[in-house]
């Protein structure tokens, strides 16, 4: 199976400032050193946008200086609180299609992974223009029927979370008109929600995580704000193949204590703290 680690929403501001009370340059240096820790094996990392609070320079090359610690190779995304120029001047081999949109593809064993824009800059909703739709609508014409795996920024449809769901995609049925009705997309992986969410849209699958700073609190009253918390952050494992589609969240940083059970040892040693 292909193993890959989703990253998402690293909010990242120049060294030593903080976000929430929390300080997001830590909390993603965490993460790197636990996947390489215990992931040394997975072929990508795929980091899906809010990459830089502020879309500061400082931030860009913070992040770069990060991430050059992952023993993985990563694939960059862009969120809407990110500019892509500055991402690129920072990030130059970072792909980009023929438009200047941060999208590309990769090929891979387990089906063709699809890698998108939805952004809209100066704004937090997401949109995914004519120009971008023709660009995926030949991705998919082009991907032989293989399996095919969507990793974006903004979910393409509400997921009933009010105060979220005021920044989604403002046009995803157009979206949906290109992606509906294809059924070798196996799996919709996207950010911008700061929470574990599932579910399916037109038949297709979806997942989405934590941030790797601060989360989104599950309340679904009207509220033009967003409510945030410092639930604790996460990371994604996601296996591959023809077959499955399986994704593992990881709180990395959760110190709660962990107890070996064997239900076949003597009573007195069936529960082991470790």
């Not at 990459?51 to 050059?68: G, I, K, M, Q």
């Not at 063709?112 to 909703?125: A, N, P, S, Y």
């Not at 795996?149 to 995609?169: C, E, G, K, W």
């Amino acid at each position: 199976m292909l193993k890959i680690i989703q990253l998402t929403d690293c909010h990242l501001v120049p060294k030593g400032e903080m976000i929430f009370g929390s300080d997001p340059h830590q909390r993603l240096t965490a993460a790197v050193a636990d996947i390489n820790r215990h992931h040394g094996d997975a072929a990508l990392c795929v980091v899906t946008g809010d990459l830089a609070h502020h879309a500061d320079l400082s931030a860009y090359v913070l992040l770069r200086e990060t991430l050059n610690g992952l023993s993985v190779p990563y694939q960059l995304l862009a969120g809407n609180h990110d500019n892509r120029a500055t991402l690129h001047s920072v990030f130059p081999e970072l792909s980009l299609d023929t438009n200047g949109f941060v999208q590309t593809v990769r090929d891979t064993s387990a089906g063709r992974l699809i890698f998108l824009d939805t952004v809209e800059e100066g704004v937090h909703t997401g949109l995914f223009c004519k120009t971008r739709q023709y660009w995926l609508a030949e991705m998919l014409e082009t991907s032989d029927n293989r399996p095919v795996y969507l990793f974006m920024h903004h979910p393409p449809f509400p997921i009933a979370l009010p105060h979220i769901d005021q920044y989604v995609m403002t046009n995803g049925d157009e979206f949906a008109r290109v992606v509906a009705g294809r059924p070798n997309i196996r799996h919709i992986f996207f950010g911008h929600v700061h929470r574990p969410v599932s579910g399916s849209w037109h038949g297709i699958p979806f997942s989405a995580l934590r941030g790797t700073n601060h989360q989104s609190w599950l309340t679904f009253e009207e509220t033009r704000k967003n409510i945030c918390s410092l639930e604790p952050p996460a990371y994604a494992v996601i296996f591959l193949d023809r077959d499955r589609t399986i994704v593992h969240y990881h709180d990395y940083l959760d110190a709660n204590p962990r107890y070996a059970y064997d239900p076949d040892a003597p009573l007195d040693d069936q529960v082991i703290r470790i």
